[in-house]
């Protein structure tokens, strides 16, 4: 009997135990840190998912906190909301989108047998965030 397969899989191996979040290991392909049930590419790829949303938005929230320094004093009662309204959009926004390519791309992966590394749903967090991106630009027509 030859080594197991990194690609192909009919089931997740004997004492298989879900690798710590975030588990970006180097190799990537080491079978200890692949993942191999929806529910688990679904959590992942939602947690990376709010934690670069999160990231962003509240990055965009100190641009905007930011931009009202020398104006009048009466700006800045309200302003504390800024980053709490900036969150909460974050999240929201996030579960959706995490919960929708989560589930996705981990039943492909399941469906196909396949094996899934740890950075996939990293990397599918950095796509949402990138459509978030550039989806928030209007696109005009120069018709």
Known sequence: MGPPS?????SAPPGYTTPPFP???????????????????????????????GLFHLGAAGIAVLMQVGK????????????????M????????AGSVV?????ASYVA???????????VWGWVNVLVLIVSSFTIQ???
């Open 6 to 10: 990194l690609i192909r899989r009919d």
């Open 102 to 106: 989560g589930v996705i791309v981990g």
């Open 89 to 96: 959009i974050a999240g929201v926004e996030a579960i959706m």
């Open 23 to 53: 588990s970006l290991h180097i190799p990537p392909q080491d079978p200890k840190w692949s993942l191999y049930t929806v529910s688990d590419i679904w959590r992942f790829t939602l947690l990376w998912t709010l934690i670069l949303f």
């Open 141 to 143: 027509g120069g018709l």
């Open 72 to 87: 009048r004093r009466s700006n800045w009662k309200y302003l504390w909301l800024v980053p709490l309204v900036y969150a």
């Open 112 to 122: 196909g047998n396949f094996t899934m590394s740890t950075w996939i749903p990293f």
